[in-house]
C-alpha cells in the first residue's frame, strides 16, 4: 500500500542526542514499570542504543 504525505507533516530524523534522550528515557521506564511492557521497553532501549554512533 502507498500513500502521500503532505510536505509539512514530514518530522526530520532523530539526531544522535535526541536518540541517546529517548533510550535514556526508555531505560527509566523499565526500572519503573516491572511488568513485561518495563522489560520490553528495555529490551528496546538495548537495541537502540547499540546502534547509535559511539560519541
Do not use: I, S
Request: hydrophobic share 45%.
Amino acid at each position: 500500500m502507498t500513500g502521500d504525505y503532505a510536505d509539512d507533516a514530514r518530522l526530520p530524523l532523530l539526531t544522535a542526542a535526541e536518540a541517546r534522550d529517548a533510550v535514556g528515557y526508555m531505560r527509566l521506564l523499565e526500572t519503573l514499570d516491572l511488568t513485561p511492557r518495563g522489560q520490553a521497553a528495555g529490551q528496546l532501549a538495548a537495541d537502540l542504543a547499540r546502534r547509535l554512533p559511539a560519541g
